[in-house]
């Protein structure tokens, strides 16, 4: 069986993104997922006791396809996993068809289709109790938990994660558990309740280092990052923010590096270094680029564009000003 800890997900705040809407500039915070809370891709186990062989061939495929992240790759993958899933349910083995569930739900949200991933995790629940699969249990109203924190429903995550925390503990899962408390200060830090956001991720930054987790523990030290740059305490941040970059480097996690990056640059503004802060957000555009985060790419153009423009360079800020919308708006269409 895939494990359901492959399919887990973990929230990162980016509190220092900023994006042009408008004639104004405003501060914004985005959240990014890996597709799994371990530092490097697992390998695909399947159940001994599944005697499905064209279901397992079908369920391998769908999660080699997963890893690879593209919008191509992704939509491969969901046609893999219902295949192998109607040859589950057909068999009547409820733990991998609801493995399969839990593969399409988190797939479809990465695809930006929330409500029919929250569809296919409250089909996998049931089966995962049926089986009496605490872990999966546990994964999947993580990951509704989520969902519901993408969609705003901050509370209705926070009773999920709730939900799962104790699960995670019983099963002595502390990746998940790690996870899960991450997710919960993700919350707690959209709220504006940065003490309490600060009090779980403390709490997840050891379970992480624990099980060796590397990019579970630098989207952490990044969170907390951000958190002490939003108190203001901007050398505390750096501290933060320069430890998860050789971590998210070790891991190839581009996407989180650069927006570590970015933030680095934001925090050395604040601070009136505005050519250090130049040298990071060229650092970070490249990576936002490479790996398709348009969001990100024009949140980085936008506050290269602050720099210049604090620094009376009119006409290079509206370019990149300019940029960042024509960035935005073709992530729109």
Do not use: C, W
């Not at 494990?3 to 501060?27: C, D, H, N, R, Y």
């Not at 064209?54 to 992240?69: C, P, S, T």
């Not at 602050?306 to 960042?324: C, F, H, I, P």
């Amino acid at each position: 069986m895939i494990k359901p800890q492959q399919l887990i997900e973990i929230g990162l705040i980016t509190a220092t993104l900023s994006v042009m809407l408008g004639e104004s500039v405003l501060a914004t915070s985005s959240q990014l997922k890996t597709n799994s809370s371990s530092p490097q891709p697992t390998p695909i186990i399947i159940a001994q006791n599944s005697s499905n062989s064209e279901a397992d061939r079908l369920l391998n495929e769908g999660f080699i396809l997963f890893q690879q992240g593209t919008a191509e790759s992704l939509r491969e993958a969901l046609e893999k996993l219902q295949a192998a899933r109607e040859l589950y349910r057909a068999a009547r083995d409820k733990g991998n068809e609801a493995v399969t569930l839990l593969g399409m739900g988190r797939i479809n949200d990465l695809l930006g289709e929330k409500q029919t991933a929250l569809d296919y995790y409250n089909q996998a629940l049931p089966l995962y109790r049926a089986v009496e699969d605490r872990g999966g249990e546990a994964t999947t109203l993580n990951n509704i938990g989520l969902v519901y924190s993408d969609l705003g429903e901050k509370q209705t995550a926070l009773d999920y994660y709730n939900q799962a925390l104790p699960l995670y503990r019983a099963v002595e899962d502390r990746g998940g558990e790690a996870t899960t408390l991450n997710n919960i200060g993700l919350v707690y830090d959209s709220l504006g309740e940065k003490q309490t956001a600060l009090d779980y991720y403390n709490q997840a930054l050891p379970l992480y280092r624990a099980v060796e987790d590397r990019r579970g523990e630098a989207r952490t030290l990044t969170n907390i990052g951000g958190v002490y740059s939003d108190l203001g305490e901007k050398q505390t941040a750096l501290d933060y923010y320069n430890q998860a970059l050789p971590l998210l480097r070790a891991v190839g996690d581009r996407r989180v590096d650069a927006t570590t990056l970015n933030n680095i640059g934001h925090v050395y503004s604040d601070l009136g270094e505005k050519q250090t802060a130049l040298d990071y957000y060229n650092q970070a555009l490249p990576l936002f680029r490479a790996v398709g985060d348009r969001r990100g790419e024009a949140g980085t153009l936008n506050n290269i564009g602050r720099v210049y423009d604090s620094l009376g360079e009119k006409q290079t800020a509206l370019d990149y000003y300019n940029q960042a919308d024509e960035v935005l708006s073709a992530d729109v269409e």
